[in-house]
RNA sequence: GGAGAGGUGGCUGAACGGAAAAGCACAGGCCUCGAAAACCUGAACCCUCUUUAGGGUCUGUGGGUUCGAAUCCCACCCUCUCCGCCA
């Protein structure tokens, strides 16, 4: 949410940042409603005081009665004509998406987003590198097929050492991120209706999350939404800041926009788990904190040695909550592209406005809104995609990547021989 | 699911129909060579374009009763304790 008072002063800024972000709000229609609203305040707040002035003492004098009566009355007329129009303000308050930072590229959409470096040279191959899919199946790692049956489309098991292999990507985030401060966390992933607006993923994103009716309870698509809203009203000192979280939990997500797009496979699920870096900071630290964020998962994939490229997002791609968004596209070589594992937001003051998270500044000693920032450390599934692309070998099989090797008895999956076809590992069998 | 207790500022906590005590922490002032202590003032949100100044709102949320509600009534949310069920 923005502040009222900002868009009543810079109405042409929040305009602007609307129209970049591609969301249209009529701020013209907001700012009119804001001023009536404050005309129907002032005048029943003068009754109010009046009112106020009259029953400060016990009313006894008939006439004074009668008028108390009308006042009461007034304020009560008053504040029935409010109540619409407060309704309207706030609805079309809570449309506004977060403004983009300056220094944001302009543009209309994902085509027009802006790679700003590659790490690490494409992975290359002396055969013909197959799909990732193609060899989890062979290798009994991921069985999309039975998840349908059970659950339907966009689900899948991950098994054996693909399980394993989860594990391993969690531990490997607990030994980079504990050392830089951040809190490991297990959130519950149902949330309360109001917290996941306070979070910016309703107004836009309803039909993206799913809801249980009977407990009117959503299940999060990201830790980042729960996160959050642990400190809802809460207030943080000033000393405390940057307060960094990492939270794993499963993610829930309906991809009621993807049809189509991304079918095969476990790219894009209806459920995932996912290590989640989450911070609230300082106002003016936050954009340090954000190129920190995208230093960690930089570091983390790097520790993978998966080449990569970082992408910043340009303003039309940025989300409801985001004012400013890199993505972190790994090297997929069967598709000979990179596609998104990683994403970091800074959110500035968007969400914890909403949700009531302040700090008390060190030097003014005032409670002001902090600013929160979000980002991945690993989606599994899709990491776990980059790993068997980039590790597979000519034989089918898939080298486990040096640094997860510590927390693995095996440092390769498979191997097959090409004889006798497909050899499913069998110490793992269940 | 059943029974009981409770939700008040940054924190602790009183008032239980008539201006939201008090303490702690914090800030400014006063004092001082400087500080501490004591004392005074302030402290959330909104409005009056801004200041001065004034007004309003805020006792979990939303309604109701009343001239007047933290206090009484209704609904809902949440927390704690006990019982039941349970991985």
Known sequence: MLDITFIRNHPNKVKEGCRKKQVKVDIGKLLELDKKKREYLNKSESFRAEQNKLSSQPVTDTQKLKKAKELKLKIKDLEKKLEPIEKELNFILYQIPNLPLDDVPFGKDEKENIVIREWGEKTKFDFKPKDYLGIAQNLDLIDVKRAAKVSGTRFGFLKREAALLEFA????????????????????????????????????????????????????????????????????????????????????????????????????????????????????????????????????????????????????????????????????????????THSTSNCTDFQARRLNIRYRDLKTKKLEFAHTINGTAFAIGRILIAIIENYQQRDGSVKIPKVLQRYLKFKQIGPLSPKKGVQPPKKYKV
């Open 169 to 340: 990507l969690i531990n490997l985030v607990f030994d980079t991120l504990i050392p830089e401060g951040f809190i490991p966390v297990i959130p519950p992933v149902m949330i309360k209706p109001e917290m996941m607006r306070g979070m910016g993923y309703i107004e836009r994103g309803r039909e993206e999350v799913y809801f249980i009716e009977k407990d009117n309870l959503y299940l999060v698509g990201t830790s980042e939404q729960i996160i959050g809203p642990m400190h809802a009203n809460e207030v943080f000192e000033g000393k405390d800041l940057p307060k960094r979280y990492f939270g794993f939990s499963s993610c829930f997500r309906r991809e009621a926009g993807a049809y189509g797009k991304d079918t095969k496979g476990i790219f894009r699920v209806h459920q995932f788990d996912k290590a989640e870096m989450f911070s609230f900071c300082h106002p003016e630290e936050s954009k340090k904190e954000h190129l920190f964020f995208l230093e960690m998962e930089e570091k983390l994939i790097q520790r993978l040695s998966i080449p990569y490229r970082v992408v910043q997002m340009c303003t039309g791609d940025l989300g409801t909550p985001a004012a400013a968004k890199y993505d972190i596209e790994a090297w997929i070589p069967s598709e000979e592209r990179f596609r998104e």
